[in-house]
């Protein structure tokens, strides 16, 4: 009597041991559908959650871009407001300077005809 490397004897054993291979496949290729299963599941499900960041990230980033641009907006209009004050404020001061010019030139030459007048008297 001689034993296969199964430890089973003669053609009943040959039998089980064909039994318990095809035993051994079919789990074989439960377990592997199982993982390919689940692998398909994991794949899917890091897919949605990527897609889920993207989508948000998209979203804060055209909420920033909105906001920057509206930020944008307020400080160009202040800056062309504050210009417009200080261009009006320069007109002004130039007014107001050569407002004092002329009065400063009026007293001046009024000066000179007062220094030029005793003289004019003195040579008649």
């Known amino acids: 009597m001689s034993t296969n490397a199964g430890g089973y004897d003669g053609p009943a054993g040959a039998q089980a041991a064909a039994h ?3 035993k051994t496949a079919r789990e074989t290729d439960r377990w592997r559908a199982e993982a390919k299963s ?27 871009v909105a906001s920057a641009r509206a ?10 407001a504050a210009r417009q004050r200080e261009e009006a404020e320069i007109a002004r001061l130039q007014q107001v300077a050569s ?15 007062q220094l030029d007048s005793p003289a004019e008297a003195d040579d008649h």
């Open 20 to 22: 318990l291979l095809e």
């Open 38 to 64: 689940e692998a398909a599941a994991t794949v899917a499900a890091g897919r949605e959650e990527a897609a889920e960041l993207v989508r948000a990230a998209r979203e804060q980033a055209d909420h920033l």
């Open 71 to 80: 930020e944008a907006t307020q400080v160009r209009d202040a800056t062309a």
């Open 99 to 113: 407002g004092h010019r002329a009065r400063l030139r009026q007293h001046l030459t009024g000066l000179l005809d």
